[in-house]
Every structure is written in structure tokens, then in C-alpha cells.
């Protein structure tokens, strides 16, 4: 049985040691569990009973591509219209409770490792009917058109519906929960999990135009990130611009899992305050 970690807020007490592993830097950030306190909390319209952790968003000069919200709705919470951008699409991942999502009209009821794709101009709505918060991320995207391609459909599906993809010549040490086809060009990001075996690592330095968020969900392991490398755990959170330097050894005891985002399969932005159309 999987466990997901999701913050539950609250303050550390005053005696605790000021000093923490949270980083920022020009090519990744890194925002360690401990940063999830109440205070850095923030609410948004037509949200009830709802507050987030805002842990990435476009930045001039570092990532440029997605937000990715830490979502708790309290029971009798959620929202009619969460989102005020009807260009943007939408992944949520579901860490604990349980939700009910309708997706332009369609039912459904997500539980922990529950995913869903919600496409830019769709009517949808989302409440926690029972008794506990729930908790799950919100990865939100403008979606970019491709000339003759449909803009991609609406689905839900589930950490344990997906058989994990072991990457080539890993005896399995790594593998990647794939929830959309690869080869659709119709979509413009990826939100996959990343899974390491104790032992397993990423055996060179990843150097890619993607841009990622990584929310590890289980485990521990040390991570690359340009030069430095860092121990990262269950709940930490690592914000990498395009060509960070990256690799990873997963060093505990189990394994080591990680929600991850990128943008894929489109052209390379060309146009700005230099080159307008």
C-alpha cells in the first residue's frame, strides 16, 4: 500500500532551530516539508473551506511554464469555478481524503493516488463531502494548440490503475508511472510519478530544456541539482529550470517516489518584447 505524503501546516514551537534546508538559487529551488507552516498558506477566490501552499509559478527568468499549487479543502469545501483562466488545464493528484470532481458534467470520486487530466476550456467542480480534509496537488498549465492537432480529452485514472514503465537496462530500479500515451502529441506537459527501488539512481547528469517540479510523495534519496547535491524526503519540493543539471541515488530503506511535471512536445518559444509578431 502506497503512503502519499501531504503537509498538515501548523508552526514549529519557538524553541526549534531557525536554521532549515530550504534553498533558492538560478538554476532550481528547493523548499524543504518544514516550510509548510500555516503562515505561508494563501487562499483563492471561489474556494470555500480551502487553503493552498503556492509552491511554483512562472517566474521571468526561471521556470516559465506551470503552477502547482498544495491543495487542503476542509470537509464541506471546494468550488463551483476554481479556475479564473479558461486556457489553463489542469492535473490534480489526490494525497489523502477523498473528493468529489465533476469534469464538465461527468462524476467522479477521487481517492488517495486519484488523477485527473482536466482540458483549457472546461467547466468543472470539485467538493470534499466527508468528514476529514483532503489534500492534492494542482498542476495548472496554458495549454499551447499545434496546428491540426486536437487539444487533448478529459480522463480519470489512478496511481494503482497505471503499471509503471521500468526504464531501459534498470531491472526495474526505475520506472515511471506514465499516465498519458507518450507519443500524443496532443499534450503539452507530462505529470507522471518517478519510482527508485533502493539502490536505483538516474546514472548521469539529466541536462534538458524541460522544466520540472518534483514533490516527492515517499521515501528519501540524495538529488543533483546543478552542482549541489542535496537529501531531500517525503514532502520536500524541487523546482528546476530548463538545463538544471539533474541525477539521483535513492538511498533509504523503500522506495523512492516523486511527483513530477515537464513540458513536452512543442516548438521553442521564439516570440518577445525582441521579436513581436
Known sequence: MTNYYAPKGGLPPQTQLMTGRAVFTDAYAFIPKGVFSDI??????????????????????????????????????????????????????????EVWLSIDGVEHDLGPGGYAYIPPHTPWQLKNAHKTPARFHWVRKIYEPAHGIPAPKAFVTSDKDVKPTPMPDTNGAWA?????????????????????????????????????????????????????????????????????????YAAGPGPFRYLLYKDVNRHANLRGPLNPR
Not at 57 to 74: D, I, L, N
Not at 178 to 193: A, E
Open 40 to 97: 505561508v498558506t494563501s487562499f483563492l477566490p471561489g474556494w470555500d473551506k480551502t487553503r493552498l501552499w503556492l509552491i511554483a509559478r512562472p517566474m521571468t527568468g526561471f521556470s516559465e511554464t506551470f503552477s502547482q499549487y498544495v491543495m487542503e479543502v476542509a470537509p464541506g469545501g471546494g468550488s463551483n469555478a476554481p479556475d479564473n483562466d479558461p486556457s489553463a488545464q489542469s492535473v490534480l493528484f489526490v494525497t489523502e481524503g
Open 176 to 248: 515511471t508511472t506514465r499516465f498519458v500515451d507518450t507519443t500524443d502529441l496532443s499534450h503539452d506537459m507530462h505529470v507522471t510519478i518517478v519510482t527508485f527501488q533502493p539502490g536505483g539512481v538516474i546514472p548521469f547528469e539529466e541536462t534538458h530544456v524541460m522544466e520540472h517540479g518534483l514533490y516527492v510523495l515517499e521515501g528519501k534519496a540524495v538529488y543533483k541539482l546543478n552542482q549541489d547535491w542535496v537529501e531531500v524526503e517525503a514532502g520536500d519540493f524541487m523546482w528546476l529550470r530548463a538545463f538544471c543539471p539533474q541525477a539521483c
